[in-house]
């Protein structure tokens, strides 16, 4: 069963518009974190928040955490057309296993 | 090459038959998990590691085999295919200090 749901499962933005994302999970956690995945390709790690983080930044990337509503936003700020890709958030419930969770994916397009 | 690598990249079988997908990676991590990808449900936990000679269940095992032998590499067997094991199978490592993943390009794999 999937621990993350995200929201919306499409977006598509113009260039320079900022874009969210949400995700939201069942359990409680140790980290979640977001990946993304350009068509045809392996995931790649963007950013790690953890349980006891309510906020972080990387670049352009935004991630808020709310362990009590059990959500995450993802905001990528000034988009470009090379973020058009799927986004996945990802849950781990221990750091000792590191097993994911994944949502089932926000696809992302952004037009030049 | 270092990284993550799989193989084959592309394979067509038929129902009944065994198939073998390679995972192998150059870092030495002692974790490696195995996923697939199907629409609708993003990715899903099929088996992991946390060493050579030890692996655990995840959520979707069923149907499927691994051996861990070496560091190094993580190889997934179907011992009897079927048709609703078509799916993208996707490779992943990580360090034992790290919580981030590192995936494989992936294989796609048709069961006709």
């Known amino acids: 069963s999937q621990q993350g749901e995200e929201d919306p499962q499409a977006l598509s933005i113009q260039e320079g518009e900022n874009a969210t994302m949400n995700c939201s999970y069942k359990t409680s956690i140790n980290n979640l974190q977001w990946y993304r995945q350009n068509s045809g390709r392996g995931l790649v790690h963007l950013i790690l928040i953890r349980s006891n983080e309510r906020e972080k930044h990387s670049g352009r990337l935004r991630v808020t955490l709310d362990t009590s509503k059990k959500s995450s936003s993802l905001l990528i700020t000034a988009s470009r057309a090379a973020d058009t890709a799927s986004y996945f958030c990802?849950?781990?419930?221990?750091?000792?296993?590191?097993?994911?969770?994944f949502g089932q994916g926000t696809t992302l397009q952004v037009k030049p | 090459d270092a990284g993550i690598t799989q193989s084959p990249r592309y394979k067509i079988t038929e129902t009944g038959r065994q198939v073998t997908l390679m995972c192998h990676q150059t870092?030495?991590?002692?974790?490696m998990f195995w996923y697939r990808q199907d629409l609708g449900h993003g990715l899903r936990l099929i088996y992991y590691s946390a060493a050579a000679d030890i692996t655990d269940k995840g959520e979707v095992p069923d149907g499927y085999v691994v051996s861990r032998s070496k560091t190094e590499n993580f190889p997934l067997t179907l011992e009897s295919a079927t048709r609703s094991q078509t799916s993208v199978y996707f490779c992943?490592?990580?360090?034992?200090?790290?919580?981030?993943?590192?995936f494989g390009p992936g294989t796609r794999l048709t069961v006709l």
């Open positions: 992943a490592s990580k360090g034992g200090d790290t919580d981030t993943q590192y």
């Open positions: 870092w030495s991590h002692s974790y």
């Open positions: 990802a849950t781990a419930r221990s750091s000792n296993t590191g097993k994911l969770i």
